[in-house]
């Protein structure tokens, strides 16, 4: 006997309901099994059943063995996984498993009725004693010891000398490029394969997006199309670390010097990715983050700018906050925005940047999890994780999938697995269509791809349910 819980879910046939009643209340799950004197099981007790049978009889001293069901399910310690998880229903959730001589050796059970959302943050740190701390600090707007304290300590992590942090990852990348002097007939090169935000950010600041084409192997912003798309009006490069993906930054730099382009990096999915050891977010001029509720680490809504450039990071900070001048109160410069962030999510974001490697590490032992079960689901390719310089980070778990991928969505939606279609190429939308350079693998790639969820109720139970469903489109 392994399982140190199943004591408490084994019952004499001859003990009476409230022996059942006091086992089922430590177990938790609604359920006894019933076994002779032999220890063999004869049958199984739910809480349901002494309910119905003293609402019936009001007598809670009968014996186990009158009450209890003698058709039941059970399954074979042997039985494979994929067997076992196809005897749950609705109903049962918790199965016994028998040896060969019908005695009990374990159970298996399914949490069948269980919402799997595609990402849960994971808030078991420092956050809340630090949110607590700078409430009662009274320092709930944005300035504070926290705010300062994250923007150094993440820029440190990334490898940037200086962070400004903002209310979103959207205004961070509008915010570099307001700081950068990108405007009006700039052309700014962009993936077709991303969150709309990115290419939002290049209108909002009222320059010329331009859309280029994905790599096939990394999803990623493909160099060889930024440098066919290049013209004297383009100033700048925005790559996208796709789903936790790193781009190409050597070639894409290399390019950058080339032709003097300034280059963001959006590394909203990309938190402690790296190329050639260097991590994301440390190339470029200007990277830009966000802390959303489901990114790798979260301060609810946030976002973040780094920067090497003393300049470029006074000129974010003055535009943060009003445009008002840093030395003289109320004195403006220049039209700013109110981009801040307050103190008390800095206060959440440092305590998940105390945690961000061991984050990192769940997610990525998740991946493995997912790439061991689904392994012999052909129809699945896997992010890769092998390309050359490239280390990349689990943010959800992302595939291709070669067959009806609205119905494996639909399925999953029905057995309460969320899961989530890549972004749409942003060519394919009207509004954003114009702006268009190239889009062919982005195109197929979009089609095919999805999200599975990386949270803590991910485990192997789950995923043998997920492969169930993707061997039965
Ligand atoms: C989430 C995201 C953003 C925007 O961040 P918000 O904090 O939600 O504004 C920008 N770019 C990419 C690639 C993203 O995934």
Request: hydrophobic residues 40%; contains cysteine; charged residues 25%.
């Amino acid at each position: 006997m392994n399982n140190p819980n199943l004591k408490n879910f084994i019952i004499n046939k001859k003990d009476n309901l409230v022996a059942a009643w006091k086992k089922i209340d430590k177990n938790g799950k609604y359920t006894v099994f019933v076994v002779d004197d032999d220890q063999k099981l004869v049958g199984i007790l739910t809480d349901g059943d002494i309910r119905r049978h003293l609402i019936k009889t009001e007598a809670l001293n009968a014996r186990v063995d009158e009450v209890m069901n003698k058709k039941f399910i059970w399954a074979h310690i042997k039985e494979s996984k994929s067997k076992l998880t196809k005897k749950f229903n609705k109903k049962i959730c918790i199965i016994p498993l028998l040896d060969d001589d019908f005695r009990i050796v374990d159970y298996f059970e399914y949490k069948i009725n269980m919402h799997i959302p595609i990402a849960i943050p994971n808030l078991g740190g420092n956050e809340f004693k630090y949110l607590t701390d700078a409430f009662l600090s009274t320092w709930i707007s944005s300035s504070g010891e926290y705010l300062r304290i994250f923007e150094d300590k993440f820029a440190d992590y990334i490898g940037m000398k200086k962070g400004v942090a903002v209310s979103n990852g959207t205004v961070a990348l509008h915010l570099a490029l307001l700081a950068l002097d990108i405007k009006g007939e700039d052309e700014v090169i962009v993936p077709d394969l991303t969150f709309a935000a990115t290419i939002n950010a290049v209108l909002h600041a009222n320059a010329t997006p331009v859309i280029v084409d994905i790599e096939k192997d990394s999803w990623c912003i493909d160099p060889a199309e930024i440098r066919k798309a290049i013209t004297p009006r383009t100033k700048a490069i925005i790559p996208v670390h796709l789903y936790g993906q790193p781009c190409n930054m050597d070639e894409i730099m290399q390019i950058a010097r080339e032709y003097n382009l300034k280059v963001i990096e959006d590394c909203a999915e990309a938190h402690g990715a790296e190329f050639n050891g260097q991590k994301a977010g440390s190339f470029g001029d200007i990277s830009c983050f966000s802390f959303f509720a489901n990114k790798i680490i979260t301060t609810g809504e946030g976002g973040m700018c780094l920067s090497n450039d003393e300049k470029l990071v006074s000129k974010m900070q003055i535009l943060r906050d009003h445009g008002m001048s840093r030395t003289k109160k109320y004195w403006h410069d220049c039209i700013g925005f109110n981009y801040r962030m307050t103190n008390l999510q800095a206060a959440i974001g440092l305590a998940q940047l105390e945690r961000i490697d061991i984050i990192l590490k769940e997610k990525e032992e998740i991946e493995n999890l997912y790439r061991s079960i689904l392994s012999s689901c052909t129809d699945i390719e896997f992010q890769k994780n092998d390309l050359n310089d490239r280390k990349k980070v689990t943010w959800m778990i992302s595939v291709l999938y070669n067959k009806d991928k609205e119905r494996l969505m639909k399925l999953l939606e029905n057995n309460r697995i969320e899961t989530r279609p890549f972004f749409y190429p942003l060519s394919s939308m009207p509004i954003y269509e114009q702006y268009t350079f190239s889009n062919k693998n982005s195109q197929s790639i979009s089609k095919l791809g999805l999200n599975f969820p990386t949270n803590k109720a991910v485990d192997v139970e789950l995923l043998e349910k997920i492969k169930e469903h993707i061997q039965s489109v």
